[in-house]
Structures are given as C-alpha cells and as structure tokens.
C-alpha cells in the first residue's frame, strides 16, 4: 500500500475503533467515542471495552478481535503505557493498518518509554501496520466530521491541512480556526512530517498547509518532500524549540531531536516552505495564503486614513525588504481630481485630507482611491488602514476590495489601525479579506506572499533548465 493510500485510513475512515474506551461521558471524561459521534461522523464507531456491553448507546466489544469487521482506523487512549503493545498487537492480528496511540510516557519520558516505542514501531514494521503517535490527539478532518481528539474541538470546512507536534493546533487561534484537516504526529515514532505533507499534497480539500514542528526525524527525506510538495502548495512553518532550553522542553514533551536553528532555516528555505516567527505570525500567513493573491513584485502602495500609520508601514516596507511604489502619471493624474489643491500625489496616501475635501465618506474616499492606486501597472500589492468601527461604511471597503482582488489579482492587506472591533473584524473577514492587527504585520504578510512567489518563479526556472539539459 503507497503512503497516500495509508494515510487516507488515518484521515478518511470508513469505520473507528476505540480500543479502551472509557464509559464515562460528559464534558470533562475525555471521551473520544462522544467526541466522534457528537462531530457527526458519519463512518462506523466501535468501542472495545471488556467491561461494558455498551458505551453512549453504541455496542461495545470485550476485544478488537470481538469486532465484526476488518476496521480502518484504531484508535488506543488507555492510560497505562505498559499495556499499549499489547493491545496494539491485538491491533495488528485484526487486520488493522492504521492506529493512532494517544498514550503519553513514550520517548517524550524516559528510557523504558522509549523502548516501549522503540518495541511498537518493530511490531509496525513486521506487519505493516502504521502508527500514528504516541503522545498524539490523532486526526481531525471537518470534512466529513472525524475527530479522535479526547478534547473539544471546533472543526469548520476550511482549506487547511495542519501537521503538529501539539494538541494547541487543534484548537482556535486567535481569530483563525485553522482546523479543516489536522495530524498531530506528536512523538512520531512512525508517521511523520513527510507522510502527513505528502496526504495533502493529493488532497483535494486542502489549499495551504500549516506545519508546527519540533524536531525532524529525517530532515533530507523532509527537504526531499517539502520541496516537491511546497511547489504546488504553500507551506507555513512554525519552528519551535529555537533555543536550547526549549530544545530540552522538545526531549520532554514530544521526544524531538530539535537540531540546530541554523540548519532547521536552511531546510525550510531551500524547500520553499514560508517560515512563520510566532504563532501570530503563523495565523497571518495562513489567512494571506488561503485568501490573497501572491504578490509578483515587492512594489507597494500604501493608503491609510492617518498620515501617521502611513509612515509606520513605510518603515515597515524597509525592515521587510520591500519598496514604495513610485505611482505612475496617469495614477496620480487620476488621483488629482479627489485631492485638494495643496496636497501632492505621493505614496503613501493620506485618506483623511482627501475625504473632508471631497466631502464623500470614509468608504467612498477608500474606494476611490483604491480603484485608482490598485490597477497602477507600478503597483504590486496595496497595504490599506481604516478602521472597523464602522461596520456598513468597512463592509462596503471589504467588497470593493475582494473584487479587486479578483479582478487584478493582487493582494490588499488591511490593517485596522486603533480604531478597530473584534466583532467587526470577523464580519469583515467573511468577504474575503484579511485584517491585521498592526501596519507591521499587514506588511511582513506581504513580503512573504512575494517570497514564495520567488520561489515558484526561481523553482519553473530551474525545471526548465533541466528539461533543457536533458533534451541536449
């Protein structure tokens, strides 16, 4: 079986298997059989469980053998890490190719946990059999409702796969539920990062893929993967364990070979994966990706209702490596008739003098001047201020805005300056575009919309030199 084919037991299951499953429910049990269920899985949910004949309604079984058919997916939460390979093996006798081993105290513990793992990934390999884990939350695929998760977790159809070592993933960010399809390889004693990314590279549903990485196991085969997979799909990266304490705190709760910061960036450089500084940063590229046009030029124009935040994200521009656009002369000419008389046709624009002087709302002046600075063949990507008290006068912006997007096919980052709503933010955010909380940010999302960009230009380059190569 090739590992596309493998990886679709762990994701798209017809039937799930809880081999220990707990008969308590409620909020607060960390029950995964009342997790599947209340996601909507529609596939088949067995619980083995040799003290209960049935849990939340549904039959239970006293073993996996006692199943009445050969099931996809296992999934093993017991507590008790010295009776895993056990029951693992029970596993592997019924035919089972995919488990997932929720179980911690593995080689993210001590010696005898990692020999325990070290026992599990032989009897995988003698049979087959893959394990997913352990010291893992499993799988998550909104899709079509599964979840193995002992946790809540919201899950909404959105075209983003993430691969993690932390159950944190699983959950809300802070204004991004990134969890249309998720895998936790935790200790990763089988399946890894490559596995995981080489699913969503086939996988339909999937538009940008989210890593948040420790340690790798096989950084060449990594770079090998990365590299092919990153040329048809964007790949953020969160690195973590940056520094040696944390590199410790990697041994600890996952077992992860953290290596060293200089190698794990150069990896991720040379496989075109964008690499993400922090969490925050990791939720703005991801947002950028699913929903922007690439930027195909480092050329920006900058328009914001004060003149102050204007000169922010110029300075922004310098720190990022990109430049102010030098607007053309029909643009300007354009521009001239929203201006008053004594204020220049300069980048960045101040909104607000040309707003009281035309007289129009702050969604007008915005629209007027974006459809004049966006189309502006000197122009690579707009970074726009306003902000989001208002919600009718931004929901019109947001409008304008993603049609302009889609018609030029460049991105508009939207940074809601210190006037700015949560609440609003999301409405906005459900027309498409993408609100960040500072200049700064809103700026550095679009460098790396550029970068990767870069990359598939540098990548269509090298193809065709090869090609070239080889047809001499």
Not at 114 to 136: C, F, V, Y
Not at 231 to 260: F, M, Y
Not at 425 to 438: A, R, T
Request: glycine letters at 10%.
């Amino acid at each position: 079986m090739d590992t596309v084919s493998q990886m679709r037991l762990f994701m798209e299951p017809r039937s799930v298997a809880v081999v220990g499953a707990t008969r308590q429910s409620g909020s607060d049990s960390f029950n995964i059989v009342q997790r599947l269920t209340g996601h909507g899985y529609k596939g088949r949910v067995y619980p083995v469980n040799p003290r209960a004949s049935e849990i939340l309604g549904i039959k239970a079984y006293p073993t996996i053998g006692d199943v009445p058919e050969k099931v996809d997916l296992a999934v093993i939460p017991v507590w008790e890490r010295y009776a895993v390979p056990d029951l693992l093996k029970q596993c592997i006798d019924a035919g089972i190719k995919a488990v997932v081993v929720v179980t911690q105290g593995f080689a993210d513990g001590d010696a005898e946990g990692r020999k325990l793992q070290d026992k599990m990934l032989a009897m995988a390999r003698e049979s087959g059999t893959r394990i997913l884990g352990p010291n893992s939350l499993g799988v998550a695929n909104a899709f079509t409702g599964l979840n193995t998760s002992f946790v809540p977790s919201d899950m909404i159809k959105v075209p983003i796969g993430v691969i993690c070592q932390s159950g944190l993933f699983f959950q809300n960010l802070r204004s991004l539920n990134p969890l249309g399809k998720g895998i936790d390889v935790a200790n990763g004693c089988d399946v890894h990062f490559c596995e995981a990314l080489e699913y969503f590279e086939q996988d339909p549903d999937t538009k940008v893929i989210l890593l948040h990485v420790e340690g790798l196991k096989d950084g060449k085969r990594f770079v090998q993967t990365a590299s092919r997979v990153s040329r048809k799909k964007p790949i953020i990266a969160l690195k973590t364990a940056r520094t040696e304490t944390g590199a410790r705190a990697a041994q600890s709760h996952t077992g992860s070979l953290a290596g060293s910061v200089e190698v794990m960036r150069g990896a991720l450089k040379q496989s075109g994966v964008v690499r993400a500084s922090d969490v925050e940063e990791a939720e703005d590229l991801v947002k950028a990706f699913v929903r922007l046009p690439l930027m195909k030029g480092r050329r920006v124009g900058i328009l914001s209702i004060s003149g102050g935040a204007g000169v922010m994200q110029v300075d922004a521009c310098s720190d990022y490596g990109l430049k102010l656009a030098r607007l053309s002369p029909e643009t300007q000419a354009g521009l001239r008739e929203h201006l008053p008389a004594w204020m220049d046709t300069t980048n960045p624009l101040d909104l607000w003098p040309v707003g009281v002087h035309s007289g129009t709302s702050l969604s007008e002046t915005a629209m007027a001047c974006l459809s004049k600075v966006c189309p502006d063949p000197n122009v690579d990507g707009v970074a726009y201020t306003m902000g989001t008290v208002f919600l009718e006068e931004g929901l019109r912006v947001a409008r304008s805005i993603r049609e302009l997007m889609d018609t030029l096919d460049k991105p508009v980052c939207w940074w809601s300056g210190t006037g700015s709503r949560v609440v609003h933010e999301e409405e906005l955010e459900k027309e498409g575009v993408v609100i960040f909380p500072s200049g700064e940010r809103a700026i550095r999302a679009l460098g790396k919309l550029n970068d990767y960009w870069q990359f598939l230009q540098e990548s269509c380059k090298a193809s065709r030199q090869s090609v070239m190569t080889h047809d001499r």
